[in-house]
Nanobody, 120 residues
Framework: QVRVVESGGGLVQAGGSLRLSCEVFGRTFGGYAMGWFRQAPGKERELIARINWSSSITYYEDSVKDRFAIYRENAKNSVYLEMNSLKPEDTAVYYC?????????????WGQGTQVTVSS
């Protein structure tokens, strides 16, 4: 049984920073690309950052590029999202997931997510 557990969200003022963590249980972590997604109220869940298994390739959605950084520690089955210069429009529930092969399609192992709220 694969479990994904996200943590680190909270309430922060615009311009502030947060670091999100995600740990995967029940599945060999190495070999999988990982992605961070977010879902704002009334919107669909979107991929905002992706990292391949060796950390040699990263992808960022345009709205978070140069503000967010994704990295991983395979020995800890964990992936992180460092978020800086936060804006009110970053308010959302953030999720991580394993990715299918080299695609941007996530597996079906959604966790409960972690809420990030950015006040203006």
């Amino acid at each position: 049984q694969v479990r994904v557990v996200e943590s680190g969200g909270g309430l922060v003022q615009a311009g502030g920073s947060l670091r999100l963590s995600c740990e995967v249980f029940g599945r060999t972590f190495g070999g999988y690309a990982m992605g961070w997604f977010r879902q704002a109220p009334g919107k669909e869940r979107e991929l905002i950052a992706r990292i391949n298994w060796s950390s040699s390739i990263t992808y960022y959605e345009d709205s978070v590029k140069d503000r967010f950084a994704i990295y991983r520690e395979n020995a800890k089955n964990s992936v992180y999202l460092e978020m800086n210069s936060l804006k009110p429009e970053d308010t959302a529930v953030y999720y991580c997931n394993l990715m299918r092969g080299t695609s941007n399609i996530p597996e079906d192992f959604w966790g409960q997510g972690t809420q990030v709220t950015v006040s203006s």
